[in-house]
Each structure stands twice: as structure tokens, then as C-alpha cells.
């Protein structure tokens, strides 16, 4: 079964200190990664693609097959990086395209 | 470009009505597809449509549910015979090219909301 799952509910943490935000993935082929983000009163946007292998806002992800997770780190929490984080996975050998949502991570930076 | 529109944002049913959500993709954009997102729970992928056809729709309920895309005008996703249960954001999205390797665009989401 297709399946994203994020543990956490909510992660709080303080300004300055390193954030990860778990993502495991249950897939059978070979699956494209995302992290999507909803900062408050805003879309959601797409955060970063693990095919892209780069880093935004100081955020970064790696595709890691053997634990069939893709976690999102960053080194130093801001007080702006505080929004709702999702990843999603689509499927490569998908000639749709369609994403596989988990079910939300909120992070709350505080000051 | 404005980005992907939809309209209403919020919308109140009675139990029995029909519901009728409209999505305009971004401008250039011809791949278009409906998540809906019932309380505490993720995003969950309904249909994926291009101009004119129904490429997916694996994710829509059976009964009750239907969609499209006409050559003109925007998406439409209709609820027939609305239940509480439907009470759910149904957000669009749209994309550029080859779904797999294009980023979507999401809209703000329509809330439905059924009394």
C-alpha cells in the first residue's frame, strides 16, 4: 500500500534550535518525494523535491531507501519557519502525478 | 499571474443539496487535480483531469461525486446530495506539463461546510 506517515503532531521547538520533521514512506516502486508547507493565512507551497537535491530556506531532505524516510532538517529554527509541513510522495512509474499526502506536522518556533 | 483560483472559499450546504466547487488553474496550465482534506487528517488525492478528460479518478467516491474540465471555463467538482460527511477543504491543484516531474500549484481551497 501507498502510505506517508508523520508521527508528530506538533513539534515545538525554540528559536536557534535544530528541527527535524519526520516523514516515512511506504511504496513498492520507485517514489519522488516532497515537502510541502502551509504558513498561516497562506497555500500550501512546495517546500523542496528530494530529486533536486537542494536546500530552501535552510531546509534540507535526503531520500534515504533503506529506512524509507525522507525527514526534513534544518540546523537553526526561526521564528518564520513556524507553519504546517507535509510531505508527499508521488509515484515515478505514475503516469499521473497525483501526490500522497501524510497527515500534517505543525511547527511552532518560539521565541 | 494570479495562480490557481477557487471559488467560493466557503460554502454552506443543508444535507441533501448540491454542492458546486469551481477551480481555474494557473494561466498556461492544462493538468488540474482535486485533494480534499476532512478534519485532522492530510490532503487526499480525488481526481486528476486534463482539458477535457478524466486522466484518474481513483480517489473519488463512487456515488455522488463527479468532476470536470471543459474546454473553456474552469474545473468543476460537484457534490450531489450533500451529507455531513462531506463537510470537508477541498483544495485544486494545477500543473504545467508531465504530472510526474512538474511542480503543482495549489489553490486556497474551498470549505464546505454541510448543516
Known amino acids: 500500500a501507498q502510505r506517508v506517515t508523520q508521527p508528530e503532531k506538533l513539534l515545538s521547538v525554540f528559536k536557534g534550535a535544530p528541527v527535524e520533521l519526520k516523514c516515512n514512506y511506504s511504496y513498492s516502486g520507485s517514489p519522488e518525494l516532497f515537502w510541502y508547507v502551509q504558513y498561516s493565512r497562506q497555500r500550501l507551497q512546495l517546500l523542496l523535491r528530494?530529486?533536486s537535491r537542494e536546500s530552501i530556506k535552510g531546509f534540507t531532505a535526503d531520500l534515504n531507501k533503506g529506512e524509507t524516510s525522507f525527514h526534513l532538517k534544518k540546523p537553526f529554527a526561526q521564528e518564520e519557519d513556524s507553519a504546517m509541513y507535509y510531505c508527499a510522495l508521488s509515484g515515478r512509474s505514475s503516469n499521473t502525478g497525483k501526490l500522497i499526502f501524510g497527515q500534517g506536522t505543525t511547527l511552532q518556533v518560539k521565541p | 499571474n494570479a495562480g490557481v483560483m477557487q471559488n467560493p472559499r466557503h460554502l454552506v450546504r443543508r444535507r441533501g443539496q448540491e454542492a458546486r466547487l469551481r477551480c481555474s488553474p494557473m494561466?498556461?496550465?492544462?493538468?488540474v487535480y482535486w485533494y480534499r482534506q476532512l478534519p485532522e487528517e492530510g490532503l487526499k488525492f480525488m481526481v486528476y483531469?486534463?482539458?477535457?478528460?478524466?486522466?484518474?479518478e481513483s480517489g473519488m467516491p463512487k456515488e455522488r461525486f463527479s468532476a470536470e474540465f471543459p474546454k473553456e471555463g474552469p474545473s468543476i467538482l460537484r457534490i450531489q446530495q450533500v451529507v455531513r460527511g462531506d463537510s470537508a477543504a477541498y483544495f485544486c491543484?494545477?500543473?504545467?506539463?508531465?504530472?510526474?516531474?512538474?511542480?503543482?500549484?495549489f489553490g486556497p481551497g474551498t470549505r464546505l461546510t454541510v448543516l
Open positions: 491543484a494545477s500543473s504545467g506539463g508531465l504530472a510526474n516531474y512538474n511542480e503543482q500549484f
Open positions: 483531469l486534463q482539458k477535457e478528460n478524466i486522466i484518474d
Open positions: 494561466k498556461g496550465h492544462s493538468h
Open positions: 528530494h530529486i
